[in-house]
């Protein structure tokens, strides 16, 4: 079974070790067929004085936040319409598309384009999935939306999926996918779901 070692210069958080840990793993499981107890990830420290490159020692990087961490405080943030918070969430060049296209680069236009179409929405999420590619993580999100039409009835499991880049602890993007379109064409209600 394999066994990855890695060495990191002394001073992450217990978190930041054991989330490389469980990332590890996953890349072992998602390369080779290993069970997850079959796969040992052992994390060696050196002090910064033992540790020397270029001729130079060095003190360790900054770890970047967990980016589901940065996703649900995106979401949290923007279900309470606090833009400014939801804004610290985001890269330069953020953009977002909704169904049908509809393409923001600035939260209020997203803010106003939902105010066509309802009252409120909220997010009840079962669950995220993350992955990591050329420096981004991709974290996908998804769930059931309810919430309030502009006439006033409700709606509830309605399914959704948000796919986010994750850059530097910066949302880099959000894709957004749900069945809200179909259920306000049918007509339903929460009673009809």
Not at 127 to 150: I, K, M, N, P, Q
């Amino acid at each position: 079974m394999p066994i990855v070692r890695v060495t990191m210069i002394e001073g992450y958080a217990e978190e930041v070790r054991q989330r490389l840990a469980l990332r590890l793993t996953d890349a072992v499981r998602g390369t080779i067929a290993a069970p997850a107890d079959g796969v040992t990830v052992a994390i060696e420290e050196v002090r910064p004085s033992n540790y020397m490159r270029g001729g130079r020692s060095r003190t360790p990087g900054v770890a970047v936040p967990d980016p589901v961490d940065v996703v649900r405080g995106f979401l949290a943030a923007m279900e309470a319409r606090d833009l400014p918070r939801a804004q610290s969430c985001l890269a330069d060049g953020f953009e977002m598309v909704f169904p049908g296209g509809q393409r923001f680069s600035a939260l209020a236009e997203m803010v106003a384009w939902a105010g066509t179409r309802y009252r409120r929405v909220s997010k009840t999420i079962a669950g995220f999935d993350t992955g990591f590619s050329d420096g981004r993580a991709v974290v996908h999100c998804h769930g059931t939306l309810s919430g309030e039409w502009l006439d006033g009835s409700r709606f509830e499991s309605v399914r959704f999926i948000d796919r986010f880049e994750v850059e530097n602890g910066r949302l880099v993007s959000q894709s957004v996918w749900n069945d809200l379109g179909e259920r306000k064409r049918e007509g339903c209600d929460s009673t009809d779901v």
